[in-house]
């Protein structure tokens, strides 16, 4: 959840797309409930869903990219090679915060009117598994050995760690539609979005 908050954070906060977009006041209850049955119907299984606070968010979900065809999350060619050639996975984070937010309030607290006007962001990143301490046999695979270090197991990285390497856009603005199309409000459409495959 630490690095959700900090892709957030270097991800800025303009409204780009169908990713972030208004919700109109007294419609909040139906986006909420649509952002969260969008989420379990693209496979992926729910961490948090806190209606007072705005917030929805998700447990990782695995793919093997191409290996895994009947996967949704890539939304092309290259996502496709690049989950398939790393072991990858994909966090989800739906948040609701006030269109007008007092100077006072910060995001994650309840929300002070959940049926005026809000704004909804969609934020996925994409985390990579590192498994250090791998030692392989070219001869045969099944001889291949691991070892430890001290230093690396004191720092959490061994056995494994995960590292976020950057947000998927794409796959944000294809979640972001289908909540809006499920919630009953129109999704907008341009040039910026013309090319957004949506399931």
Known sequence: MAALGLA???????ARGPRE????????????????????????????????AGV???????TAGAATPWDAEQSSLRAELEDMANRQQRRVRVTFEPAAPAADW?????????????????LVVVERL?????????????LSSRWSDPVLIDRGVQP????????????????????????????????????????
């Open 130 to 142: 590192y498994r250090p301490g791998m030692r392989l046999e070219p001869s045969a695979i099944s």
């Open 56 to 62: 929805i968010s998700t447990h990782p979900k695995t």
């Open 106 to 122: 910060q995001p994650g607290i309840d929300l002070p009117d959940p049926e005026g006007p809000t704004v909804a962001r969609v």
């Open 8 to 14: 957030a954070l270097l991800g800025g906060c303009g």
């Open 160 to 199: 494994g760690a995960e590292v976020v390497v950057r947000q998927d856009l794409a796959l944000a603005d294809r979640l972001g539609a289908a909540i809006r199309r499920r919630a009953g409000a129109p999704v907008p459409r341009g040039p910026e979005h013309a090319s957004s495959s949506e399931r």
């Open 21 to 52: 977009f208004e919700v109109a006041a007294g419609h909040y209850e139906a986006t909420f409930d649509a952002a969260r049955a969008t989420l379990r119907d693209w496979g992926f299984e729910l961490d948090r869903v806190d209606g007072r």
